[in-house]
């Protein structure tokens, strides 16, 4: 069974640039989920979809930061304009139940 | 708002040693908690699970224990190995299907 992709693996922006991470979740998996891991610190839930729809977007920052997740399938996850602090490991991962499947997450680097 | 806890950042273990790996949280409400395992540059790996019906969980070498009274549960690795050096989360949700919180990490090195 393949795993969840997440492409591209390194991003190296200077602020105020945009950036977009893909994501694609293991097959029939409904639930998926994009974490920020801030370097320290254990990872914390930007937005979680069931299928196409959002469950959870509380902790996005809205004003520069959107998701969607193409026909219930692939996601993005897009950083517009991009700001020093959001330096970090930018996790996907899906799940069936109760079990989380992570991608190896797009390191982005913030200049 | 801090509500899954692992106050220990490191821990150094003997190869063949139990290591022992604690979290603690806040929310009564937690009903499942997950253990998962991160190497470097690779994404986190789930390792064991535990619902809040059961107070131990085994699978080999690893154990959860869960404490509802005091909130803590923990990770048991026996006999540790030096393959097991990596960096643990523990992971608590609220009801199927709501958002996991994650504890900080802590980073164990088994030494051969």
């Known amino acids: 069974e393949a795993g969840v992709a997440q492409s591209p693996r390194y991003k190296i922006i200077e602020k105020r640039q945009s950036v977009a991470f893909w994501c694609n979740p293991i097959s029939g998996h409904a639930t998926l989920y994009w974490y920020q891991q801030i370097l320290g610190q254990g990872p914390k839930l930007l937005i979680q979809f069931q299928n196409n729809g959002v469950v959870d977007d509380s902790q996005l920052p809205k004003d520069r930061f959107s998701a969607e997740r193409l026909k219930g399938v692939d996601s993005t996850l897009k950083i517009q304009p991009a700001k020093l602090e959001d330096s970090a490991v930018y996790l996907c991962?899906?799940?069936?139940?109760?079990?989380?499947?992570f991608g190896p997450g797009t390191r982005l680097t913030v200049l | 708002d801090q509500q899954v806890k692992q106050n220990s950042p490191s821990l150094s273990v003997q190869e063949g040693r139990i290591s022992i790996l604690n979290c603690d949280y806040t929310n009564s409400m937690f009903d499942y908690f997950l253990w998962y395992k991160k190497y470097p540059a690779e994404g986190p790996t789930f390792l064991i699970s535990?619902?809040?019906?059961?107070d131990k969980n085994e699978d080999g070498r690893f154990t959860v224990f869960l404490n509802k009274s005091a909130k803590h549960l923990s990770l048991h690795i026996v006999p540790s190995q030096p393959g097991d050096s990596a960096v643990y989360f523990c992971a608590a949700q609220r009801n199927t299907g709501n958002q996991f919180y994650f504890g900080t990490g802590t980073s164990l090195t088994v030494i051969p």
């Open positions: 991962a899906s799940s069936l139940h109760n079990t989380q499947y």
């Open positions: 535990i619902s809040s019906i059961k």
